[in-house]
Structures are given as C-alpha cells and as structure tokens.
C-alpha cells in the first residue's frame, strides 16, 4: 500500500493511495465526510472485520463518490488485475483529525 498527502490544510486533506492488486488496505475506520475519485483499477472489496459482510465494486477511472463517516472498523481489498488507485478530499471537521484512524 503506496499513501501519499497531497496536500493538507486545518479543514482539508487530500491523499492519493495505491494497492497493487491483492493488496488490502490497513483496517481503519472513516472520521469525516469524504470524496473520492478513482484514478485507476477494475474491483474494489470491503470487508468488514467484525462480520461476515463484504461488498464488491466495480469500479473504473473517473468514477467518483461522496461518502459519509462510518464508525465500521473494514478494509479495502484490491480484487482486479490492475492497480487501484484513488485520490480522497477529507473534509476535516477538527483541525489536524485523522479521517481514517488504523489507516497507516
């Protein structure tokens, strides 16, 4: 898993990750309102660690969401063939919060 800030303010980060694919993402949860927007990649898994359920995207370049907090502790899991790669605005609700707790 490849993190990188872009850029970062009291009220903003924006940070671009990469999973080659069969990479997961550390189990983390969401703090803030968020939007995203995929850079590249073909299927995204989430798996959340304190049940069974798990959902599959297809994802693809330019796809975009908005995406609310959730208190979930889960993970990404890169199911393509191709890397996945995504860049995130996290609006910061407390300067210096950290919008994905667990993440790095």
């Known amino acids: 898993m490849h993190v990188e800030v872009i850029t970062k303010r009291d009220d903003l980060l924006i940070r671009r990750l990469i999973l080659e694919p069969g990479e997961a993402m550390s189990w983390h949860r969401d703090s803030c309102h968020r939007f995203s927007v995929i850079v590249q990649g073909e299927k995204l898994r989430i798996e959340f660690r304190d049940s069974d359920e798990q959902l599959t995207l297809a ?7 908005w995406d609310t907090p959730d208190d979930r502790i889960h993970r990404g899991v890169n199911i393509g063939t191709t890397p996945y790669e995504e860049v995130v605005t996290f609006f910061l609700e407390i300067p210096g919060m950290d919008p994905q707790p667990g993440l790095v």
């Open 59 to 65: 994802i693809h370049p330019g796809k975009v969401d």
